[in-house]
């Protein structure tokens, strides 16, 4: 079946850094969602993209639909301690049915003051 | 205020006893969701409901039941036959024509 990809797994970074991460597939994907999970909560949706080439901010976040449609990124910019958590990608595929999504299995951030 | 919610936030339970997780959404969204999450892992679909009175099952709804009597309300039992009962439960919701999925805050369950 379809599966998702995020890299990196993990990372650690000094706080006001700027932080890439990005997920991928093998196959198409119509839509994308980025979400943040704080220890111990329900993951909230960052940013929702949905053509490809598209790219979107929410305040210090920027996200991308890639041009291919097999990946996607999220970037953000000017780290601060509350940005730890763990960042799951989402998407719904052309192999997928349209009230699914299929999530990746995440990015671990870390910032060091 | 408008949102999800799911109750309790911790729940204790001894091996071989059924246990129902709570969920209700006043989004007025036709489509809700049971997630399980285990420590590092990403999320893996349990049961879905696109409507009143219908659900279906997702990756790995054995050991697992629902109801969707309400649109509000999508209770999940999890039954003695789930092996591995111990995890974080999440629920989520969307309206009908969007991908876009809300969570709850998640109820994390422990059998012993």
């Known amino acids: 079946g379809q599966q998702l990809n995020q890299s990196p797994q993990s990372m650690f970074i000094q706080e006001g850094e700027d932080v890439s991460m990005n997920c991928t597939s093998s196959s198409i994907f119509n839509t994308w969602l980025w979400y943040k999970q704080d220890p111990g909560e329900g993951p909230v949706l960052l940013i929702a993209?949905?053509?490809?080439?598209e790219l979107t901010s929410n305040g210090r976040l920027t996200a991308q639909f890639g041009i291919t449609r097999k990946d996607s990124f999220l970037n953000i910019s000017a780290s601060i301690p509350s940005d730890v958590g763990i960042y799951f990608c989402a998407g719904q595929g052309r192999k997928t049915s349209y009230d699914k999504v299929i999530f990746g299995p995440g990015t671990s951030l870390s910032v060091i003051p | 205020d408008g949102g999800i919610t799911q109750s309790p936030k911790y729940l204790f339970r001894k091996e071989g006893q059924n246990v129902t997780l709570s969920c209700e959404q006043n989004l007025n969204h036709d489509a809700m969701y049971w997630y399980r999450q285990d420590p590092g892992q990403g999320l893996r679909l349990i049961y879905y409901s696109q409507i009143v009175n219908d659900f279906q099952k997702g990756d790995i709804a054995e050991g697992y039941s629902v109801s969707r009597e309400k649109k509000e309300s999508f209770p999940l039992t999890v039954t003695s036959a789930q092996k591995n009962p111990t995890a974080f439960y999440l629920c989520?919701?969307?309206?009908?024509?969007?991908?876009?999925?809300?969570f709850g805050p998640g109820t994390r369950l422990t059998v012993t």
């Open positions: 989520a919701s969307r309206t009908s024509g969007s991908n876009e999925q809300y």
């Open positions: 993209l949905y053509k490809a080439g």
